[in-house]
T-cell receptor
Framework: AQSVTQLGSHVSVSEGALVLLRCNYS??????LFWYVQYPNQGLQLLLK??????LVKGINGFEAEFKKSETSFHLTKPSAHMSDAAEYFC?????????????FGSGTRLSIRP | EAGVAQSPRYKIIEKRQSVAFWCNPI?????LYWYQQILGQGPKLLIQ????????DSQLPKDRFSAERLKGVDSTLKIQPAKLEDSAVYLC???????????????FGAGTRLSVL
């Protein structure tokens, strides 16, 4: 079975500071990993995804994440936070290339930005 | 390109009443998903359609929830009768193909927020 653990339900950083949102996964097979962002009263939007190849993945809005197999982690980072980054962030995992494989979401991390 | 459309945006009902949600996926997307997102939790897949056939409904409470995707385009999700614990946001998503390959990205609608009193 696959699962995702997001450490910290709420993270608060100052504008311009480093953003680090933690995600650890559990999977018995090579995983595909995702980060989604959800702004208030909106649906989820894909930030970035890791499938194969380069372990450092760059996404939209200056975010990136690094797949570390030895640590079973896929942490999301952004060098300098902006007020517009305030949102809920979800890490997700699925099995590679399975047509019937569902995406398993973590419980989410709310990111707040202090002026 | 138009996104995934959902209606209504908000719905308030009393327990034991019935409710229906509607979803129009992105044009040409063969796969459609319904998720339930309870406050403070990540989305949980309820049902996945490939065209008008069900691929996965293992987490759909079939005693009260039903979904259909006639003609392989629009979809409706129904709850009858509703319980207090059904209060959640119901998200619809669609993708060009099923699974999680590099060509598959799920696009989400804004959701329907259901409050059961």
């Amino acid at each position: 079975a696959q699962s995702v653990t997001q450490l910290g339900s709420h993270v608060s950083v100052s504008e311009g500071a480093l953003v680090l949102l933690r995600c650890n996964y559990s999977s018995s097979v090579p995983p595909y990993l995702f980060w989604y962002v959800q702004y208030p009263n909106q649906g989820l939007q894909l930030l970035l995804k890791y499938t194969t190849g380069a372990t450092l993945v760059k996404g939209i809005n200056g975010f990136e994440a690094e797949f570390k197999k030895s640590e079973t982690s896929f942490h999301l980072t952004k060098p300098s936070a902006h007020m517009s980054d305030a949102a809920e962030y979800f890490c997700a995992v699925t099995r590679t290339s399975s047509s019937a494989s569902k995406i398993i979401f973590g419980s989410g991390t709310r990111l707040s930005i202090r002026p | 390109e138009a996104g995934v459309a959902q209606s209504p945006r908000y719905k308030i009902i009393e327990k034991r009443q019935s409710v229906a949600f509607w979803c129009n996926p992105i044009s040409g997307h063969a796969t459609l998903y319904w998720y339930q997102q309870i406050l403070g939790q990540g989305p949980k897949l309820l049902i996945q359609f490939q065209n008008n056939g069900v691929v996965d409904d293992s987490q759909l409470p079939k005693d009260r929830f039903s979904a259909e995707r006639l003609k392989g385009v629009d979809s409706t999700l129904k709850i009858q009768p509703a319980k207090l614990e059904d209060s959640a946001v119901y998200l619809c998503a669609s993708s060009l193909t099923p699974g999680s390959g590099t060509k598959n990205i799920q696009y989400f609608g804004a959701g329907t927020r259901l409050s059961v009193l």
